[in-house]
C-alpha cells in the first residue's frame, strides 16, 4: 500500500516507510492511496468472525504485502489479547470500553501494533537498534513503553516532566526495565517535547542513533483504531438500529479511524467528537472556520489539544468538503463543571463509573441522540483509576485497583533525571540500552 503526504499528494511512501519516518519529509501527515471498502457479506456475518479474523480483514489493505500475512496474523493476536466489551449503561446508550489493556488507556492498541510492525521492519538489522524517542504528558508513555517491552531490535527513551504525571502513570513509565529507559525532565511537558524535536534534527546523535518517533499521528498507531468500531458493531448489530458513535476527542486520531471504518463500509449513522473546552474543532463546525489556539487544562487531560493534528486527515476523507463532513460528524464542547455534574448523574442513577473522558463522550451522545430515535455508543477511553484524583471525590467513593494497577504500583521507579538538552544528547550518545 501507497501513503501519500498531505502537503503534496505527489510524494509517495510505502507502508514500512510510513511507519519508520512517522512523518512525511516534507512535514505533511501520511494518508493511504485507497481505501477498498470491504465486501457486504463481511457486514453481514460479522457475528460470525472473531475479532482476530475482523482486526486482519480490516488492517490487511493498508499494510499490502509488505508484512507476510502469517506475521500479519500474529501481529494482531498479540496486539489486542483483551476485551473489547460494549456495556449498556441506559436504554439505547452503551460505553464501550476501550481500557481493558495493559496500561488501561485506549492507546495500548495503537501503540502495541506500531512496535511489532517497527520490530518486524527492523528484524534484519542485527547490530543496529533504532531508538523510538517520545515526549510524553501521562498516558502515551505508558502505551508506548508497554507497547515496546521486549520487542526486539527496539531501544525506548520517555522523557516525562518531573512531578507532572499521576502516580499511576509513573509508575507505568519507570518500573519496566528491559529495552525501557525512563527520563524524568526537570520541566513540563512542552520542555520534553522541545527536546525530543531538537535531537531529532541534531546529526551528532542522529549519526551514532536511528531515532524515530512513537508519535500518534504515525500511520500504525492510527489505523488500528478501526478496530473498536468494528467490534462494537459486531455486538450492537442484532438490535438492527442506526449506530452512532461519540468519540471523546483530542488530537482526532480516534474519530478519524471511525471515520476511516465507515469508508470501509461499516454502517454508521453518525459520529460526534465530543470535546473539553478545547473546542477548535466544535467551533469550526460552527463557523467553518479552522482557528488553532493554546491548548487549555481540563480534568480530561488527554483531550487538552489546541490544533489537533489528526483533523486534517478527517478533511481529507471528505475531500474538505464542508457540507460532507458536516453531513457525518457533530461536535460539541463541554467544560469540567458540566463533566463532573454528569459523571455524578450517571453514577447515580445507573451505577456506572465513568472517567472524565468517557463522561464527555456520553456528554455529546446524549446531546446528538435528543433529537434522534437512535442508539449510540460512546467511548471510554480509560479506566477510571487512571483518574482516580478527579473520580473518586466527584463520586465519593473509592475505586478498586485492577490486577494492571496493583502489578506496578508497588515496583520501584528507575528513572534518570535531566535538566537540559545537553543531559538528554549526552545520554542518546553515550548510554547503552541493553534489552
Ligand atoms: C489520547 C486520549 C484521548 C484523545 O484521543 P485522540 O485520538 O487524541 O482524539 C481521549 N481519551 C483518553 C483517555 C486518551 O488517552
Same mark, same amino acid.
Request: charged share 20%; proline share 5%; net charge neutral.
Given at each position: 500500500?501507497?501513503?501519500?503526504?498531505l502537503?503534496n499528494k505527489?510524494?509517495?511512501?510505502?507502508?514500512?516507510e510510513?511507519?519508520?519516518r512517522?512523518?512525511?519529509?516534507?512535514?505533511?501527515l501520511?494518508?493511504?492511496?485507497?481505501?477498498?471498502?470491504?465486501?457486504?457479506?463481511?457486514?453481514?456475518n460479522?457475528?460470525?468472525?472473531?475479532n482476530?479474523?475482523i482486526?486482519?480483514k480490516v488492517?490487511?489493505?493498508f499494510?499490502?504485502?509488505?508484512?507476510?500475512?502469517?506475521?500479519l496474523?500474529?501481529?494482531?493476536?498479540?496486539?489486542?489479547?483483551?476485551e473489547?466489551?460494549v456495556?449498556?449503561?441506559?436504554?439505547?446508550?452503551?460505553?464501550l470500553?476501550l481500557?481493558?489493556?495493559p496500561t488501561m488507556a485506549?492507546?495500548?492498541?495503537?501503540?502495541?501494533?506500531?512496535?511489532r510492525?517497527?520490530g518486524?521492519?527492523?528484524r534484519?538489522?542485527?547490530?543496529?537498534?533504532v531508538t523510538?524517542?517520545?515526549a510524553?504528558?501521562?498516558?502515551?508513555?505508558?502505551a508506548? +513503553?508497554?507497547?515496546?517491552?521486549g520487542?526486539? %531490535?527496539?531501544?525506548?527513551?520517555?522523557l516525562?516532566? #518531573?512531578?507532572k504525571v499521576s *502516580? &499511576?502513570q509513573?509508575?507505568?513509565?519507570?518500573?519496566?526495565?528491559?529495552?525501557?529507559v525512563?527520563?524524568e525532565?526537570d520541566g513540563v511537558f512542552?520542555?520534553?517535547?522541545?527536546?525530543?524535536?531538537?535531537?531529532f534534527?541534531?546529526?551528532?546523535?542522529t549519526?551514532?542513533?536511528t531515532?524515530?518517533?512513537?508519535?500518534?499521528?504515525?500511520?500504525?498507531r492510527?489505523?488500528?483504531?478501526?478496530?473498536?468500531?468494528?467490534?462494537?458493531?459486531?455486538?450492537?448489530?442484532?438490535k438492527n438500529?442506526?449506530?452512532?458513535?461519540?468519540v471523546p476527542s483530542g488530537?482526532?486520531?480516534?474519530?478519524c +479511524?471511525?471515520?476511516?471504518?465507515?469508508q470501509l %463500509?461499516?454502517?454508521v449513522?453518525?459520529?460526534?467528537a #465530543?470535546c473539553n473546552?478545547? *473546542? &477548535?474543532v466544535?467551533?469550526?463546525?460552527?463557523?467553518?472556520?479552522?482557528?488553532?489556539?493554546?491548548?487549555?487544562?481540563t480534568?480530561?487531560?488527554?483531550?487538552?489539544?489546541?490544533?489537533?493534528?489528526?483533523f486534517?486527515?478527517?478533511?481529507?476523507?471528505?475531500?474538505?468538503?464542508f457540507?460532507?463532513?458536516?453531513?457525518?460528524?457533530?461536535?460539541?464542547s463541554?467544560?469540567?463543571?458540566?463533566?463532573?455534574?454528569?459523571?455524578?448523574?450517571?453514577?447515580?442513577t445507573?451505577?456506572?463509573?465513568?472517567?472524565p473522558?468517557g463522561?464527555?463522550?456520553?456528554?455529546g451522545?446524549?446531546?446528538y441522540?435528543?433529537?434522534?430515535?437512535?442508539?449510540?455508543?460512546f467511548?471510554?477511553?480509560?479506566?477510571?483509576?487512571?483518574?482516580?484524583?478527579?473520580?473518586e471525590?466527584?463520586?465519593?467513593?473509592?475505586?478498586?485497583?485492577p490486577?494492571q494497577?496493583?502489578?506496578v504500583?508497588?515496583?520501584?521507579?528507575v528513572?534518570?533525571?535531566i535538566?537540559?538538552?545537553?543531559?538528554?544528547k549526552?545520554?542518546?550518545?553515550k548510554?547503552?540500552?541493553?534489552?
Amino acid at each position: 500500500m501507497n501513503y501519500y503526504s498531505l502537503n503534496n499528494k505527489d510524494n509517495k511512501s510505502s507502508f514500512e516507510e510510513a511507519v519508520v519516518r512517522g512523518i512525511a519529509p516534507d512535514r505533511g501527515l501520511y494518508f493511504p492511496q485507497n481505501i477498498t471498502p470491504l465486501p457486504r457479506a463481511f457486514f453481514k456475518n460479522i457475528e460470525n468472525y472473531s475479532n482476530e479474523e475482523i482486526a486482519f480483514k480490516v488492517i490487511e489493505q493498508f499494510v499490502g504485502d509488505e508484512i507476510p500475512t502469517s506475521i500479519l496474523k500474529n501481529i494482531i493476536k498479540e496486539t489486542i489479547n483483551f476485551e473489547f466489551p460494549v456495556v449498556k449503561v441506559e436504554n439505547n446508550i452503551h460505553a464501550l470500553e476501550l481500557f481493558h489493556g495493559p496500561t488501561m488507556a485506549f492507546k495500548d492498541v495503537g501503540a502495541r501494533f506500531m512496535a511489532r510492525c517497527l520490530g518486524y521492519f527492523n528484524r534484519d538489522k542485527k547490530d543496529e537498534n533504532v531508538t523510538v524517542l517520545v515526549a510524553t504528558s501521562g498516558d502515551t508513555g505508558g502505551a508506548v +513503553a508497554h507497547g515496546f517491552l521486549g520487542v526486539k %531490535g527496539v531501544d525506548v527513551v520517555i522523557l516525562y516532566p #518531573s512531578g507532572k504525571v499521576s *502516580d &499511576v502513570q509513573e509508575k507505568q513509565l519507570t518500573t519496566l526495565g528491559q529495552n525501557i529507559v525512563a527520563l524524568e525532565v526537570d520541566g513540563v511537558f512542552d520542555d520534553c517535547q522541545e527536546m525530543v524535536k531538537t535531537a531529532f534534527l541534531d546529526t551528532e546523535i542522529t549519526d551514532q542513533r536511528t531515532l524515530t518517533s512513537a508519535n500518534s499521528i504515525n500511520v500504525a498507531r492510527w489505523l488500528p483504531q478501526m478496530f473498536y468500531f468494528f467490534f462494537a458493531y459486531k455486538q450492537l448489530k442484532h438490535k438492527n438500529k442506526g449506530l452512532v458513535f461519540s468519540v471523546p476527542s483530542g488530537n482526532f486520531g480516534n474519530i478519524c +479511524a471511525g471515520v476511516m471504518a465507515q469508508q470501509l %463500509g461499516l454502517p454508521v449513522h453518525q459520529f460526534v467528537a #465530543s470535546c473539553n473546552i478545547n *473546542d &477548535v474543532v466544535p467551533n469550526f463546525f460552527k463557523s467553518k472556520k479552522y482557528t488553532p489556539q493554546a491548548s487549555k487544562q481540563t480534568i480530561s487531560n488527554a483531550m487538552d489539544v489546541g490544533n489537533p493534528s489528526n483533523f486534517i486527515r478527517i478533511q481529507e476523507v471528505f475531500n474538505n468538503d464542508f457540507d460532507q463532513l458536516s453531513k457525518h460528524i457533530s461536535s460539541y464542547s463541554f467544560d469540567d463543571d458540566t463533566t463532573r455534574a454528569v459523571m455524578k448523574k450517571i453514577h447515580d442513577t445507573t451505577g456506572y463509573v465513568t472517567d472524565p473522558h468517557g463522561a464527555i463522550g456520553y456528554l455529546g451522545l446524549k446531546k446528538y441522540l435528543q433529537e434522534q430515535p437512535l442508539q449510540g455508543v460512546f467511548l471510554e477511553t480509560a479506566h477510571p483509576i487512571k483518574f482516580a484524583n478527579v473520580v473518586e471525590p466527584v463520586l465519593g467513593i473509592k475505586l478498586e485497583l485492577p490486577p494492571q494497577i496493583i502489578e506496578v504500583i508497588d515496583k520501584k521507579k528507575v528513572a534518570t533525571n535531566i535538566k537540559t538538552y545537553q543531559d538528554l544528547k549526552e545520554f542518546l550518545i553515550k548510554q547503552a540500552i541493553h534489552s
